[in-house]
C-alpha cells in the first residue's frame, strides 16, 4: 500500500516536472503570446503572426470572399499569403509595434499590438503618429491559446 503510494507520487511528479519543463521549452525557443492565427472582429481575415527572423509577421491564412473582393479594388488580387506585418518588435511587455498593410485600402500604416489576454490582441493602425488612428480587438482561433 505504502509503495503505490509513493508510485503514484513519484508519476504526479513527473508529470509536473514534464509539462513545466515543455512550458519552458516554449519560452526558451522564443514562443510569444502574439503568436498564432487571430482573426479580425468581423471574422472576415485569418491572420497567422509569427516569427520572421529577428522580427515578428503576419500572413493573411484566410480570407472572406468580400474581404478578397474589396482588396481587388485597391490593387491586391490575392489576399491568401499577403505579408500584412511586418517588423514587429517588442514595444514594452505584452505590446509589439511595427508596420502594418491594410489591403482593403492600399496603405500601409505604423501600428501597434497589445496582447490583452491568451484570447484577445487589441490592434491600432495610425497615419501619423498617434493621429488617425483606427483600433479593434481581435480574437485567437487557433489551438496554441492557453
Excluded at 124 to 134: A, P, Q, R
Aim: one cysteine or more; hydrophobic letters at 40%.
Amino acid at each position: 500500500m505504502v509503495k503505490a503510494v509513493r508510485m503514484r507520487r513519484l508519476k504526479l511528479a513527473l508529470a509536473c516536472m514534464t509539462a513545466t519543463a515543455g512550458l519552458l521549452g516554449a519560452s526558451a525557443q522564443g514562443a510569444e503570446p502574439i503568436y498564432g492565427v487571430w482573426r479580425n472582429p468581423k471574422n472576415t481575415v485569418h491572420v497567422n503572426i509569427k516569427s520572421c527572423g529577428e522580427n515578428t509577421c503576419g500572413y493573411i491564412v484566410w480570407a472572406s470572399a468580400d474581404a478578397q473582393a474589396d482588396a481587388r479594388k485597391h490593387g491586391t488580387d490575392n489576399l491568401i499569403g499577403l505579408q500584412v506585418l511586418r517588423n514587429f518588435v517588442p514595444a514594452k511587455e505584452g505590446a509589439w509595434r511595427g508596420k502594418v498593410y491594410a489591403p482593403d485600402l492600399g496603405m500601409t500604416f505604423s501600428g501597434t499590438a497589445n496582447v490583452v489576454d491568451p484570447m484577445s490582441l487589441k490592434a491600432k493602425g495610425c497615419v501619423i503618429g498617434n493621429f488617425l488612428c483606427k483600433s479593434q480587438t481581435w480574437k485567437r482561433i487557433d489551438a496554441a491559446a492557453g
